[in-house]
């Protein structure tokens, strides 16, 4: 076993394994965080930012915009990250996805920005992760990235690395434009990193594909992705983290909540494998 993939309950998580591979890939999804989760948290040992983050960070768009940025993030951030009550973190969330997407009408962000931010993105993918994409539309597991970042610089970058499949489905949120091409606002409710999870798909094709799919591979890089799978009947989830910056104490929390723990912003090649294992078994 490679020394940086850790599995707290090796016992039950070979249970897991195999339950679900007993039961074959048609009764199988994949739900998954998409920053630092399908991407990598460092490139050439830099700390990278979220695809949202880079708006503010590589100047797209007026200087006061990304003043005014850096003021609401050094406002919520510490709330997000803090420990108050989630219940309690959830409108605050809410405040500050609502009123940076003021700003980012104010400054007349567009479609034109989107392209800029994907072209000059320091954005990459996990390492190996064309093999993940490839094996599930091969077998057309539905994949889902829920993520509380912007649908639409997600979808434009997957396109842009060829990965963007028919079974891969973006729940997040996408912006309504005018007739300029300038965003309006956001096409449904505000999605923040506290209420992303399965139940905002219940009305989506989506949703149609895995009601019946029981079983589940959860990828993830913070506890709060845990939430993801909530909101729908699941059988089997195996819970699968990337801990990108681990400590002591850290670890040995994420060691309760998650079956797998990928250290050192590791390839995806685990998940490779576990997948193979599952479409091989039918």
């Known amino acids: 076993m490679d020394h940086n993939i850790i599995i707290p309950n090796p016992k039950e998580f070979e249970k897991k394994k195999s339950a679900i591979i007993k039961e074959g ?29 880079q708006i503010r960070e ?31 973190k959830c409108p605050k969330m809410v405040e500050w996805w609502q009123k940076h997407l003021d700003l980012l009408v104010k400054y007349k962000m567009n479609k034109c920005v989107i392209e800029k931010v994907i072209k000059d993105s320091s954005t990459r993918l996990r390492d190996n992760i064309s093999n ?17 970042s912007v649908g639409d610089m997600i979808q434009e970058y997957l396109k842009s690395n060829r990965v963007l499949y028919n079974n891969v489905h973006i729940i997040s949120n996408f912006f309504n434009y005018k007739k300029d091409g300038n965003v309006s606002g956001y096409k449904s409710r505000i999605i923040h990193t506290f209420n992303k999870n ?10 149609e594909e895995i009601k019946d799919r029981k079983n589940v591979i959860l990828l993830g890089d913070t506890i709060g992705d845990l939430s993801m799978a909530e909101g729908l009947d699941h059988k089997i989830i195996i819970k699968i983290c990337f801990l990108n910056q681990e400590t002591k104490d850290n670890l040995k929390e994420y060691e309760k909540h998650f079956d797998v723990i990928i250290l050192e912003d ?11 294992h599952i479409i091989r078994s039918d």
Request: proline fraction near 4%.
């Open 266 to 276: 590791g390839p995806m090649d685990f998940v490779n494998d576990l997948v193979k």
């Open 25 to 53: 890939y048609k009764n199988l999804h994949i739900i998954t965080d998409f920053d630092r989760t399908l991407t990598k948290a460092f490139v050439d040992g830099e700390n990278t930012y979220s695809i949202i983050a």
């Open 198 to 207: 399965e139940a905002a798909i219940k009305d989506t094709r989506y949703y």
């Open 132 to 148: 993940f994409f490839s094996l599930t539309m091969k077998k057309n597991i539905p994949v889902l990235i829920l993520s509380a």
């Open 58 to 88: 590589k100047r797209h768009l007026d200087k006061e915009y990304v003043k005014e940025s850096f003021e609401l993030r050094d406002i919520y951030r510490p709330i997000e990250l803090s420990n108050m009550p989630v219940a309690e």
